[in-house]
């Protein structure tokens, strides 16, 4: 198996568990709570934005090293603008969709907030991205990252790619202390409509960057051969693993304190400051970095591992990252999550028009939905599954 088809079932993972997780119930559901998340500090989103990154190296880095710097740099802007339409594209479609279907306007207020056609100043926030409803946030950091993305990979294959990780982890700093908002806050009371709101985001941009910066070093390094990730990640060298394990089982107890209101306040006033999402704090990035190493270790190293229990448990972790489900997602990732919003938004307006479903009821939902997930694949490579054309003959 070629190792872009685990990365991609790896990318196809992620899509399923952020739809399973962005589905909103009356009273919630229990689906939602089977999720790595549960156990670390970690979550999909982080998963998603870092293989991002990682293909953008691996992909357009090939690119310029064949063709030079400017024909990656048109590649991957054209890739930016392709986006762009898209995330207008979504906030245009459900904006449509509140005008059409009845009780839209009060079901999809607190993801929507107020949003009026007149209003010149909140849809040029909406078009700028400082305006972004809820789960339509992940494209415009992306795209964002994309418009450096050509720099950046320049400077990795021509041997300064440690300025790249250097000034990606001084900017990750700056987003931890607040020093955005010497930008933002005199842009949010610009942009401020009558609900006060003129900047609404999800993401920290200076503290998410180096998720997706720190895939794009190793991916370019890994187009470049410069990275020999067998030898990295070895059966011998066994550091690696324990030193994330370590890491894991420290924060474990953590996370399960946090996630069931266990943690004494004395102690969640501190550790509150270190571990928020938004800006990818420090918590965060250890337990990430833990775990994308450990699974790194696992996925390279396991299956030549000695132990007979690694090497399962490498076997079963390539055997998830396999299924062709996963994979076809991953494949047309940014397509997928593009339709997996548009389902979240469908779905919470059902539930807000329908009496409260049972718990059977709502894990039928969100298995359909997770198959309805793979239609924008299977529409982008229905030559494959359906041709219509006449077979091309074998070349000798």
């Not at 310029?64 to 245009?92: F, N, P, T």
């Not at 946030?137 to 950046?152: E, H, K, S, V």
């Not at 400077?155 to 933002?184: D, E, K, P």
Request: some cysteine; charged content about 15%.
């Amino acid at each position: 198996m070629k190792r872009l088809d685990v990365l991609d079932g790896m990318r196809g993972y992620f899509l399923v568990f952020m739809l399973l997780n962005h589905l909103i119930f009356a009273g919630g559901y229990w689906l939602v709570e089977i999720n790595h998340r549960q156990l670390t500090f970690v979550e999909d989103a982080q998963g998603f934005v870092f293989m991002s990154g990682l293909l953008v190296g691996m992909v357009y880095a090939r690119k310029m090293l064949k063709s030079g710097y400017e024909a990656g740099r048109d590649k991957i802007w054209a890739r930016a603008i392709e986006l762009y339409r898209y995330a207008m594209g979504i906030v245009l479609f459900v904006l449509a969709a509140r005008l059409l279907l009845p009780g839209a306007t009060a079901i999809w207020q607190d993801w929507l907030g107020v949003i009026a056609l007149n209003d010149p100043w909140r849809l040029t926030s909406i078009a700028t991205f400082f305006y972004q409803p809820t789960f339509m946030d992940i494209l415009p950091q992306y795209i964002i990252y994309m418009i450096f993305a050509p720099a950046l990979i320049w400077l990795c294959i021509t041997g300064r790619w440690t300025w790249v990780a250097i000034g990606s982890l001084v900017i990750w700093m700056a987003g931890q202390l607040g020093l955005q908002r010497l930008i933002t806050y005199p842009i949010d009371g610009m942009l401020g409509a009558p609900d006060q709101e003129g900047i609404r985001a999800s993401f920290n941009l200076l503290g998410w960057q180096i998720v997706f910066f720190s895939g794009l070093v190793a991916g370019s390094l890994t187009a470049m051969k410069k990275i020999e990730w067998s030898r990295i990640f070895s059966p011998e060298k066994t550091l690696i693993p324990k030193v994330a394990a370590a890491i894991l089982l420290f924060f474990l107890p953590l996370r399960i304190a946090t996630a069931h209101d266990l943690m004494p306040g004395f102690i969640l006033e501190k550790f509150g400051t270190m571990e928020i999402r938004a800006d990818f704090g420090p918590v965060y990035l250890l337990n990430f970095a833990a775990l994308a190493a450990g699974v790194a270790w696992l996925l390279i190293a396991g299956p030549r591992h000695h132990h007979p229990y690694v090497q399962k448990a490498a076997s079963v972790l390539t055997g998830v990252f396999s299924l062709s489900f996963l994979q076809l997602l991953g494949r047309h990732s940014l397509h997928v999550y593009v339709w997996h919003v548009i389902i979240v938004f469908l779905v919470r307006y059902i539930d807000g028009i329908s009496p409260d479903f049972s718990e059977l009821t709502k894990t039928a939902i969100a298995i359909s939905c997770v198959a309805l997930l793979a239609l924008p694949a299977l529409y982008r490579e229905r030559e494959t599954f359906w041709p219509t054309g006449p077979a091309e003959p074998k070349k000798a």
